[in-house]
């Protein structure tokens, strides 16, 4: 369960989607900060922008008006109980006091649970490197420029994107749909979904599909109507290891099979040089 004293205490992002222009400085922001290489499109690279070497994109869907269209950042969420923290094996992952969540790549072993675990699809992999590791957003102080932002927040001209205590932001977010209620929707993506996230969004259009982030509607025709205010780990308890057991079952049950056909050639090569010896010496 979460800490109520620690969250408190920890940051978030605000997005405002109503304010996006779309002009992407914050992902050239983050891209600059985090010396990233240019981002070559692979066929491995998803329709959200994301990869190995893009951490935040802007994505755009359908605006409330025919023809019109949002743009919608798009980054980890930073959530308050991380699915990618429960299910790594080598604890590469941590949720940091102030809010993000931080990955060690000089723990990981490459096995990617934490892609399989993320319920937003948000960990990639540097699937074009001879030695690949897992890349997503960091939000920690790498990213801090001059003031103590992020270097994403700074860059953003229109205000759509604040950081501060996530307490105070969620306040802020409420303020604004309160005092303009028919500039949102009444949701605060975030703030419970998933059992709550470090990265907040205000929209007049859904965001569900585009963050993944399922309706409470849907969920509830899913049959898990709690992830609408509880996370993946504290529904599945120690099921979120499911997959590195069968890994570790599977592979210990390979290298079992590997070591009796092993033995068993090499009986089978014994038994040949004997029975060659016998034939030379009649």
Same mark, same amino acid.
């Given at each position: 369960m979460t800490d109520p004293g620690r969250q408190e205490k920890a940051k978030a992002i605000l997005t405002d989607v109503t304010l996006c222009i779309g002009c992407e400085r914050c992902v050239q922001a983050c891209s600059r900060q985090n010396n990233l290489p240019r981002d070559i499109p692979t066929r491995y690279k998803a329709k959200d922008g994301l990869s190995g070497r893009r951490y935040t994109s802007i994505v755009r869907i359908a605006g409330a008006k025919p023809g019109t269209f949002r743009s919608v950042r798009r980054q980890c969420m930073h959530c308050l109980e991380p699915a990618c923290l429960a299910a790594c094996l080598v604890g590469a992952f941590t949720k940091t006091a102030d809010g993000a969540v931080v990955y060690?790549? %000089? %723990? $990981? =072993?490459?096995? #990617?649970? $934490? &892609?399989?675990?993320? !319920?937003? &699809? =948000? !960990?990639r992999y540097e699937y074009d490197l001879a030695l690949p590791y897992? #890349? %997503?957003?960091? &939000?920690?102080e790498d990213c801090r420029v001059e003031g103590g932002m992020p270097a994403c927040v700074t860059a953003c001209p229109t205000g759509a994107t604040i950081f501060g205590p996530r307490e105070a932001l969620l306040k802020e977010a409420r303020r604004r749909i309160d005092e303009k209620p028919g500039r949102y929707q009444d949701h605060i993506y975030g703030a419970q979904d998933f059992g709550g996230t470090s990265v907040l969004y205000l929209s007049d259009v859904p965001l569900h599909d585009v963050l993944r982030m399922p309706s409470a509607k849907k969920l509830a025709k899913w049959r898990v109507p709690q992830l609408a205010t509880e996370s993946v780990p504290a529904q599945l308890g120690g099921w979120v290891l499911v997959t590195p057991v069968q890994f570790l079952a599977v592979s210990a049950g390979l290298g079992g099979l590997w070591a009796v056909r092993r033995r068993m050639k090499r009986a089978a090569e014994r038994a040949a040089a004997a029975a060659e010896d016998r034939g030379e010496q009649s």
């Open positions: 060690d790549d %000089k %723990k $990981c =072993i490459g096995c #990617r649970y $934490c &892609m399989l675990a993320c !319920p937003f &699809m =948000i !960990p897992v #890349r %997503k957003c960091k &939000m920690n």
